[in-house]
């Protein structure tokens, strides 16, 4: 079965209520922290205060006397009965040699480098307790130089012996020399310098995790708030603690959202797990607000510099990038992936650039660890190649629109300079349809009406695209990966016709539940209250790979599609047996299958019964029941792709930003669930937003203290922030999966940061300003007006 065909079943494209949410409106889902076990424990980790420190001498007996205490735990006591946490990408620097690696202890040993570092953990009876008892170790610090900000970690104090200049890597793609001869022969050349700004993620559910281990058969169990449970476990059994892999569960229940920060293995899920055995109990941990603010892996963090090469007409004809990406105080799982294969990969966005050159160097800094944050790379890939277009149209006197259209890719399949070849697309369509939506032609008459009023109003756009479902596996391990990226999708069917699905991919908001009982139901034909989905523990579902990157429906949902095939394939043997035909004269359609050239028709759930009740069954042809496994892994990425375009409205005396109307059109391929999608989008966007005008991390540059430590100094968007949504989509199916799907979960938050902040510009170009980093707070804003006034 083909996307084509696949697209025009029932079920498909109709927004079904979501499965799920009946438990989570009701009070009824189970998260982490909702779990108690019996003889269980808590646990609470004493963490650093200061940046940059060696650890003198730790003092745990006061607080090992106080009540209710069961034992503390310290580095020394884990040396040597474990590894340190792995990094999953190994990254090759440009001179030949591998990327620096430096140990990651479990539990801080001889040295802290980032606030928040964990360097105690203290079991005991009652939360209280541990509590009490944490603040109670006494550690001896000396403290020692930190550096905070990547443009200051070359020549400051190392972090590790491993890095002593604190540089991770360099690495490079593209022809240099090529790149800077095209460079030297231009009519024009645009360039511009930016930060994309750190953010920390904040999920409903922080994060939580319960160690156990019965002693009855050797098994260890950890409920844990993550995404991908299968490599959670083998990353924990093969790489730290040396057990048998089949000897470790790891159960992620209902998950309270992700975005990334969820997808790593963290040092208390190892901590908790080890120490279960130690201690013969179950121990449960959930972190506060605070801690998550400090140790969740934090996100973006990039300084670049990058110019444009163009004819006198504007076509881009070179690019050329350099980026310095922190890294924070250790290697996270994904995090060198993420400002080279994902980043440096997307930096052809929707545009015919004949030649790219792109070099990043990594460095270690004393702050949190930065990994996967929602987009993952193609957020900051998108910002920066946006911004630059935008000021490629104003220094030529272009429009946005125009400089872009100019430059759109027109005929697929197509390969970019930057290793990708993306299968297809129309992305004039999808401008085509974003100016429509934005109602572009009156933008000139609500300016002026803004002007009238003493403000300033202004136009951004962003043609953003990007690289969904990593793959394949084998390039991906050619490229640095220590996993294959393939996904995995069990199809149970019932005696009386039901489904069970088992997916490696895992569902912490996304829908699953539904959109993947919609593809089962639309091929099977049968209702979608027929079809439960089960993900989330090891112990129950096959080998995946989790949710991560936007992959669940296109490599997940194509596993589900390739195990179908199966399904079909036997079912329609028992078919022919039934109707006394061959099996080539079989079809089978909209939950019946006909003999060709005849009337006569079986139900898929007779079908169904016979394979488990085969009285009349050819058992010495076929096995009875009707369940099948398959693999997918995907031969290409997905390419979603779009343009958003952002007006806003600035008053120049205050610095007040204001986003009067936001328009959004994408190009997902097939739509499953059009709700579903809606909700994603509108979600991304809400991110995307957020870090665009009002997020951001921040440390002291002399101390390494974090100092938007909380939702008191580290503004999220609310409702009030932000105008009604105008969405819209356009459909080139993907041609290299059945489903014809491309991700949607993070265009939202990879498209529209560019957008606003070119229409911030746009509104302040005739001031003069024509540079500004993210957040576009009040005062950021104010100060550029004062400083070009200056």
């Given at each position: 079965?083909?996307?084509?065909?696949?697209?025009?079943?029932?079920?498909?494209?109709?927004?079904?209520?979501?499965?799920?949410?009946?438990?989570?409106?009701?009070?009824?889902?189970?998260?982490?922290?909702?779990?108690?076990?019996?003889?269980?424990?808590?646990?609470?980790?004493?963490?650093?205060?200061?940046?940059?420190?060696?650890?003198?001498?730790?003092?745990?007996?006061?607080?090992?006397?106080?009540?209710?205490?069961?034992?503390?735990?310290?580095?020394?006591?884990?040396?040597?009965?474990?590894?340190?946490?792995?990094?999953?990408?190994?990254?090759?620097?440009?001179?030949?040699?591998?990327?620096?690696?430096?140990?990651?202890?479990?539990?801080?040993?001889?040295?802290?480098?980032?606030?928040?570092?964990?360097?105690?953990?203290?079991?005991?009876?009652?939360?209280?307790?541990?509590?009490?008892?944490?603040?109670?170790?006494?550690?001896?610090?000396?403290?020692?130089?930190?550096?905070?900000?990547?443009?200051?970690?070359?020549?400051?104090?190392?972090?590790?012996?491993?890095?002593?200049?604190?540089?991770?890597?360099?690495?490079?793609?593209?022809?240099?020399?090529?790149?800077?001869?095209?460079?030297?022969?231009?009519?024009?050349?645009?360039?511009?310098?930016?930060?994309?700004?750190?953010?920390?993620?904040?999920?409903?559910?922080?994060?939580?995790?319960?160690?156990?281990?019965?002693?009855?058969?050797?098994?260890?169990?950890?409920?844990?708030?993550?995404?991908?449970?299968?490599?959670?476990?083998?990353?924990?059994?093969?790489?730290?603690?040396?057990?048998?892999?089949?000897?470790?569960?790891?159960?992620?229940?209902?998950?309270?959202?992700?975005?990334?920060?969820?997808?790593?293995?963290?040092?208390?899920?190892?901590?908790?797990?080890?120490?279960?055995?130690?201690?013969?109990?179950?121990?449960?941990?959930?972190?506060?607000?605070?801690?998550?603010?400090?140790?969740?892996?934090?996100?973006?963090?990039?300084?670049?510099?990058?110019?444009?090469?163009?004819?006198?007409?504007?076509?881009?004809?070179?690019?050329?990038?350099?980026?310095?990406?922190?890294?924070?105080?250790?290697?996270?799982?994904?995090?060198?992936?993420?400002?080279?294969?994902?980043?440096?990969?997307?930096?052809?966005?929707?545009?015919?650039?004949?030649?790219?050159?792109?070099?990043?160097?990594?460095?270690?800094?004393?702050?949190?660890?930065?990994?996967?944050?929602?987009?993952?790379?193609?957020?900051?890939?998108?910002?920066?190649?946006?911004?630059?277009?935008?000021?490629?149209?104003?220094?030529?006197?272009?429009?946005?629109?125009?400089?872009?259209?100019?430059?759109?890719?027109?005929?697929?399949?197509?390969?970019?300079?930057?290793?990708?070849?993306?299968?297809?697309?129309?992305?004039?369509?999808?401008?085509?349809?974003?100016?429509?939506?934005?109602?572009?032609?009156?933008?000139?008459?609500?300016?002026?009406?803004?002007?009238?009023?003493?403000?300033?109003?202004?136009?951004?756009?962003?043609?953003?695209?990007?690289?969904?479902?990593?793959?394949?596996?084998?390039?991906?391990?050619?490229?640095?990966?220590?996993?294959?990226?393939?996904?995995?999708?069990?199809?149970?069917?019932?005696?009386?016709?039901?489904?069970?699905?088992?997916?490696?991919?895992?569902?912490?908001?996304?829908?699953?539940?539904?959109?993947?009982?919609?593809?089962?139901?639309?091929?099977?034909?049968?209702?979608?209250?027929?079809?439960?989905?089960?993900?989330?523990?090891?112990?129950?579902?096959?080998?995946?790979?989790?949710?991560?990157?936007?992959?669940?429906?296109?490599?997940?949902?194509?596993?589900?599609?390739?195990?179908?095939?199966?399904?079909?394939?036997?079912?329609?043997?028992?078919?022919?047996?039934?109707?006394?035909?061959?099996?080539?004269?079989?079809?089978?359609?909209?939950?019946?299958?006909?003999?060709?050239?005849?009337?006569?028709?079986?139900?898929?759930?007779?079908?169904?019964?016979?394979?488990?009740?085969?009285?009349?069954?050819?058992?010495?042809?076929?096995?009875?029941?009707?369940?099948?496994?398959?693999?997918?892994?995907?031969?290409?990425?997905?390419?979603?792709?779009?343009?958003?375009?952002?007006?806003?409205?600035?008053?120049?005396?205050?610095?007040?930003?204001?986003?009067?109307?936001?328009?959004?059109?994408?190009?997902?391929?097939?739509?499953?669930?059009p709700m579903i999608v809606e909700g994603q989008v509108h979600g991304g966007l809400v991110q995307g937003?957020?870090?665009?005008?009002?997020?951001?991390?921040?440390?002291?540059?002399?101390?390494?203290?974090?100092?938007?430590?909380?939702?008191?100094?580290?503004?999220?968007?609310?409702?009030?922030?932000?105008?009604?949504?105008?969405?819209?989509?356009?459909?080139?199916?993907?041609?290299?999966?059945?489903?014809?799907?491309?991700?949607?979960?993070?265009?939202?938050?990879?498209?529209?940061?560019?957008?606003?902040?070119?229409?911030?510009?746009?509104?302040?170009?005739?001031?003069?300003?024509?540079e500004l980093d993210m957040p576009a707070s009040p005062s950021r804003v104010w100060e550029a007006i004062?400083?070009?006034?200056?």
């Open positions: 079965m083909g996307a084509s065909d696949f697209a025009n079943l029932p079920h498909i494209g109709e927004s079904v209520r979501r499965k799920e949410d009946y438990r989570f409106i009701t009070g009824a889902g189970q998260y982490t922290d909702d779990i108690n076990l019996p003889n269980q424990r808590y646990a609470v980790f004493v963490r650093s205060p200061y940046a940059h420190a060696t650890i003198n001498s730790i003092d745990t007996a006061a607080a090992s006397a106080m009540p209710g205490v069961v034992h503390i735990f310290t580095g020394k006591d884990l040396e040597g009965k474990m590894g340190g946490l792995p990094c999953g990408w190994l990254i090759t620097s440009t001179d030949g040699q591998p990327m620096k690696e430096p140990p990651h202890p479990v539990l801080a040993l001889g040295k802290v480098r980032y606030v928040g570092d964990q360097v105690a953990m203290v079991v005991a009876d009652t939360l209280e307790q541990a509590r009490n008892a944490a603040e109670a170790v006494e550690v001896d610090y000396g403290v020692l130089p930190a550096v905070v900000d990547v443009v200051d970690a070359k020549g400051a104090t190392a972090l590790h012996d491993a890095a002593p200049d604190n540089h991770c890597y360099k690495w490079a793609l593209g022809d240099k020399a090529a790149v800077d001869a095209v460079f030297a022969s231009a009519a024009h050349v645009t360039k511009i310098s930016l930060t994309n700004n750190r953010l920390i993620p904040n999920a409903m559910e922080p994060r939580a995790a319960i160690g156990s281990f019965s002693r009855a058969n050797d098994e260890y169990t950890l409920y844990v708030s993550n995404q991908n449970p299968h490599v959670e476990r083998l990353l924990m059994t093969a790489f730290v603690l040396g057990l048998p892999e089949h000897k470790v569960r790891v159960i992620a229940p209902d998950v309270g959202g992700g975005f990334g920060s969820k997808i790593f293995l963290y040092a208390e899920d190892v901590a908790l797990t080890w120490a279960a055995k130690q201690l013969n109990c179950a121990i449960k941990w959930t972190a506060d607000r605070s801690e998550s603010f400090l140790t969740d892996a934090h996100g973006r963090d990039h300084a670049s510099t990058a110019e444009m090469a163009m004819d006198k007409d504007g076509k881009f004809l070179a690019m050329r990038v350099h980026t310095d990406a922190n890294l924070g105080a250790y290697l996270s799982t994904f995090s060198t992936a993420v400002p080279t294969i994902l980043y440096a990969t997307l930096l052809a966005g929707q545009y015919t650039t004949p030649m790219i050159h792109v070099e990043v160097d990594a460095w270690f800094t004393n702050t949190a660890p930065v990994d996967a944050y929602r987009g993952a790379g193609r957020p900051e890939a998108t910002y920066l190649l946006e911004r630059l277009v935008s000021r490629c149209a104003w220094d030529l006197g272009l429009g946005q629109d125009t400089i872009r259209e100019r430059n759109f890719i027109k005929n697929f399949p197509y390969q970019t300079p930057v290793a990708l070849q993306y299968d297809v697309g129309d992305y004039q369509a999808a401008m085509d349809k974003a100016r429509d939506l934005a109602d572009v032609a009156g933008f000139a008459a609500r300016r002026a009406a803004s002007e009238a009023k003493g403000l300033r109003r202004g136009l951004g756009y962003s043609s953003y695209i990007e690289a969904c479902g990593i793959a394949p596996s084998n390039i991906a391990g050619a490229l640095g990966a220590r996993a294959g990226l393939f996904e995995c999708g069990e199809i149970r069917v019932h005696p009386t016709g039901s489904v069970t699905v088992f997916t490696g991919s895992h569902s912490h908001g996304q829908g699953h539940e539904t959109t993947f009982a919609q593809v089962v139901a639309a091929r099977l034909g049968i209702p979608v209250e027929n079809v439960d989905v089960v993900h989330g523990d090891t112990g129950r579902v096959p080998f995946g790979m989790g949710t991560y990157g936007s992959r669940s429906i296109s490599v997940g949902g194509a596993a589900i599609m390739k195990a179908l095939d199966k399904i079909e394939s036997k079912a329609k043997k028992i078919a022919a047996h039934l109707m006394e035909a061959g099996d080539a004269d079989i079809e089978f359609k909209n939950g019946e299958f006909t003999v060709k050239g005849t009337d006569k028709k079986i139900p898929f759930g007779q079908v169904a019964l016979t394979a488990y009740v085969p009285h009349n069954y050819p058992l010495d042809k076929l096995e009875p029941g009707l369940n099948e496994t398959a693999f997918y892994d995907p031969v290409n990425f997905t390419f979603p792709a779009g343009t958003y375009i952002c007006e806003v409205e600035v008053d120049p005396q205050t610095g007040v930003v204001r986003i009067d109307r936001f328009s959004a059109v994408d190009d997902f391929g097939t739509i499953i669930n937003i957020g870090q665009a005008m009002m997020e951001n991390c921040v440390y002291d540059k002399e101390s390494g203290q974090l100092l938007t430590g909380s939702m008191m100094d580290y503004a999220l968007p609310r409702a009030d922030d932000l105008p009604q949504f105008k969405l819209g989509t356009v459909c080139t199916p993907c041609t290299h999966n059945p489903l014809g799907t491309k991700g949607c979960g993070e265009a939202g938050a990879i498209g529209s940061p560019p957008a606003v902040i070119n229409a911030v510009l746009d509104a302040l170009h005739p001031l003069g300003v024509t004062r400083a070009q006034a200056r």
